[in-house]
């Protein structure tokens, strides 16, 4: 199978080309191919721009034990619609992926459900050192360094120190201190106000736990990517970096805070918290100078109902994957980045940290995973229309310009405005960790 986008706005790292892209079955053939060739399909994309599939490096999709939230399907096709390619999911399902045989169960899962690209984190417990130093097939070691229960909490400093230093896969954490955040939690047990989340999870529980993290990286040379990064003070912590360290936002610590309760109350109830904004400013900063380098969803869908609960019933997480790309194309639209800085963001960087391979690039001999997108569409965001199994999503009701209208999976169209191809398939990302991550390769 031969297909070749032509005409379209190719979106690299380092800038934007007109040009035509040659696929052939999985691969990226050619770029700017001789203009007399032989195809099986051709897309006119001219006036659209041509951006790498994005790679979303920390998601929750629920399954297995959770799926009347979301399961694999469903969000699949959330991330189809959204451009994104290839996701990266934690291992805080039901049970939970602590083992070898559980990373292999949810491949399996994923390669019957997914159709588009998909990994596994194993997670860390203060007794699993053994099955993460043999994990296989997975991008790395997740630790909940605070907000977790039972055994994926591991908030013992001998447990922590153990698997940074004896374990050889890279590792990233939730960052926000267990002990900080009870303490709050007893201040505020008779609070019923959401705004108060943000107290309760306040900027010092993440400023203990993000500085502790980094610390044990530093002393074990350990590489660890900073998951979810919420506040200012943080991204100062994350100036020395030593090529080890690697960071992400998300979307909603980037464009809600502390002032959005009073509109969207529990919906926007998140761990760690939105804080203000400032902080939002601070990561905005962050991103433009290179302290963050990824911008990742944590898509955590709930029901609505469970989400509508007084709190502190109301749990943590917001659905986002099926918008992401498109708010941040909306951010393109109003002048605070550019589509290179979104690829660099979204595909190059998250690529990278994880030492994935042939992933995140429109390069020759990269996989085909791409997705075309109108920078002039306007939409609006609407609960109905949402793909997620939960059905609503906190953006409910704006207006963004910038959206996906096509993807491809590994030179297969999966996705076109509105319609799917429910025949085809991802495959499971591949990580060649012997490159070292994002510090380690070319820039």
């Known amino acids: 199978m031969k297909l070749l986008i032509k005409n379209a706005q190719v979106v ?217 990064v919420s506040t200012g003070a943080e991204t100062q912590l994350l100036s020395d970096h030593r090529n080890l360290i690697t960071a992400e936002a998300c979307p909603h610590h980037l464009l809600f805070n502390v002032d959005d309760y009073a509109r969207l109350g529990t919906l926007i109830q998140a761990n760690p918290s939105v804080k203000t904004a400032d902080d939002n400013l601070q990561l905005w900063q962050a991103l433009q100078d290179g302290r963050i380098q990824v911008v990742a969803t944590d898509h955590a869908p709930h029901t609505l109902a469970e989400k509508q609960q007084q709190y502190p019933r109301s749990p943590s997480g917001m659905p986002s994957i099926e918008n992401s790309l498109a708010l941040m194309l909306n951010q393109v639209s109003q002048g605070r980045c550019t589509l290179e800085q979104i690829v660099r963001w979204m595909c190059d960087a998250p690529a990278r940290v994880w030492d994935m391979v042939d992933k995140g690039r429109i390069s020759v001999g990269y996989d085909a995973d791409l997705v075309l997108v109108d920078m002039r569409l306007t939409k609006e965001v609407r609960n109905e229309d949402q793909l997620s199994k939960c059905g609503w999503s906190p953006w409910h009701g704006e207006q963004l310009t910038g959206w996906p209208i096509r993807t491809w999976v590994r030179g297969h169209e999966v996705y076109r405005e509105g319609q799917f191809d429910l025949t085809r398939r991802g495959a499971p990302a591949t990580y060649d960790h012997a490159r070292g991550g994002f510090w380690a390769t070319n820039h």
């Open 12 to 228: 690299f790292p380092t800038g934007i080309e007109q040009t035509s892209v040659l696929i052939e079955d999985t691969r990226i053939a050619d770029i700017a191919p001789a203009c007399q060739l032989s195809v099986d399909e051709t897309v006119d994309a001219a006036g659209l721009y041509l951006l790498p599939g994005v790679v979303d490096d920390q998601v929750h999709f629920r399954e297995p034990g959770l799926t009347h939230k979301e399961d694999l399907e469903t969000a699949s096709r959330a991330c189809a619609k959204g451009g994104v390619t290839t996701f990266l999911e934690m291992p805080n399902t039901a049970p939970a992926a602590t083992t070898q045989a559980l990373i292999d169960e949810k491949l399996a899962l994923a390669a019957q459900k997914s159709l588009v690209n998909y990994g596994f984190y194993i997670g860390a417990t203060p007794n699993n050192l053994a099955d993460l130093q043999n994990a296989r097939n997975t991008p790395g070691i997740k630790i909940f360094i605070g907000s977790s229960t039972g055994d994926l909490l591991v908030d013992s400093q001998d447990a922590l120190e153990r698997i940074f230093a004896e374990t050889t896969l890279p590792i990233t954490a939730h960052c926000e201190d267990e002990s900080t955040v009870r303490a709050n939690a007893e201040a505020y047990r008779d609070s019923s106000d959401v705004a108060d989340h943000s107290r309760v999870r306040d900027h010092e529980a993440a400023i203990i736990a993000t500085r502790r993290a980094l610390d044990l990286a530093f002393r074990h040379q350990h590489r660890f990517h900073v998951l979810h």
